[in-house]
């Protein structure tokens, strides 16, 4: 298993963008599916987006509904980092961050319940505070 290490959190005012950043010094990102998950307090961990390996035919990403049009998930194979831009941001995405692979999975799968709802290789996430 493999634990990335998130960064790029913080406190923004509503409609104020943040970029997060997803990184892992021991696996080559780009061949397997990233996604990016969040929890809020009192709320069950939700799939927010996933980026597909570079080796896969599917080259499209996944978007939770409430995010698409405001955030954009993305690569940087040259820095072994995936990234979230986050724009317009609202109260609601207040929540920790995080991001995930299991090296096997695609996005539809990694995405669902079942598959990282059983995944123990969470980092420490994180905290994006969307406040006046």
């Known amino acids: 298993q493999v634990q990335l290490v998130e960064s790029g959190g913080g406190l923004v005012q509503p409609g104020g963008s943040l970029r997060l950043s997803c990184t892992s010094s021991?696996?080559?990102?780009?061949?397997?599916?990233i996604g990016w998950f969040r929890q809020s307090p009192g709320k069950e961990r939700e799939g927010v987006s996933c980026?597909?390996?570079?080796?896969?035919?599917?080259?499209?990403?996944y978007y939770k509904d409430s995010v698409k049009g405001r955030f954009t998930i993305s690569r940087d194979n040259a820095k072994n980092t995936v990234y979230l831009q986050m724009n317009s941001l609202k109260p609601e995405d207040t929540a920790i961050y995080y991001c995930?692979?299991?090296?096997?999975?695609?996005?539809?799968?990694?995405?669902?319940?079942?598959?990282?709802?059983?995944?123990?290789?969470w980092g420490k996430g994180t905290l994006v505070t969307v406040s006046s």
């Open positions: 995930l692979t299991d090296l096997d999975s695609p996005c539809e799968l990694l995405l669902h319940p079942t598959i990282y709802g059983g995944m123990d290789n």
């Open positions: 021991k696996f080559n990102l780009g061949y397997y599916a």
């Open positions: 980026i597909s390996s570079i080796m896969s035919s599917d080259g499209s990403p």
